[in-house]
């Protein structure tokens, strides 16, 4: 008989937002010893936060990052396979969304594990429902080119996209990227061209704003090196 590899959320920032996660979590980090992990250091100190009583020695956490080998991966759901359920636990969000975790999702679905998403915090979905853009239909296009003049073509596919589509276009950058790209932003895109930005998601400071491209242009925030969510809708 395999085991269940829970897909389990984390936090959107430093500061743990119990509300965010449901007593379920914490009951099953306590029930489990292996974990697949993004970064084993933030892990632990999750774990720690949500299930105070756990002992961290009896912790097996197993590192899924761009340093992990395809034969690592290959032994990863062995304790699934003899009958031990593990958790999947993500940098911050929901695993496998925007997430190096879907890999072992899919390894987990091969291997006939059964597999089982928690609910919790998805910085993507939080910053839609916030947005009052198209939550009907919507497209997340992960990480735009570091390339400035790339970037700035992408944008205006993206611009293009929505109005053709009628769909709102989601994208995120590198935190100490974020000033930057909100400069390209007023830039390229057509002044009635609608654009949400959603940093610090379920953090004290949490910000979520929906306003053309015309009044950002007339509006000062600062929000570098703080992990955000782009938006952006264009009707006529």
Known sequence: MTATLFLIPSPLGEALDHDSFPPQIKTI????????????????????KIAPEKIQSTLKLYPLNKHTSNEDLDTYLNPCLEGNNMGLISDAGCPGV?????????KANQLHVNVK????????????????????NFAFNGYLPIDRTERKKALKVLESRSLKLNQSQIFMETPYRNEK??????????TETQLCIAFQLTQADEFIKTMNIGLWKKTKISFHKKPAI??????N
Do not use: Y
Request: hydrophobic share 45%; aromatic share 4%.
């Open 29 to 48: 980090i306590e029930q489990i010893d292996h974990f697949i992990v993004e970064n084993e250091k933030e892990a632990r100190k999750f774990i720690k």
């Open 98 to 106: 925007a997430d190096p975790g879907a890999i072992m999702v899919q």
């Open 117 to 136: 998403p928690l609910v919790g915090p998805s910085s993507i979905l939080l910053a839609m429902m916030g947005s009052g853009l198209n939550g009907q």
């Open 181 to 190: 790209l909100l400069e390209d932003l007023k830039q390229v895109l057509n």
């Open 230 to 235: 782009f938006i952006i809708h264009k009707t």
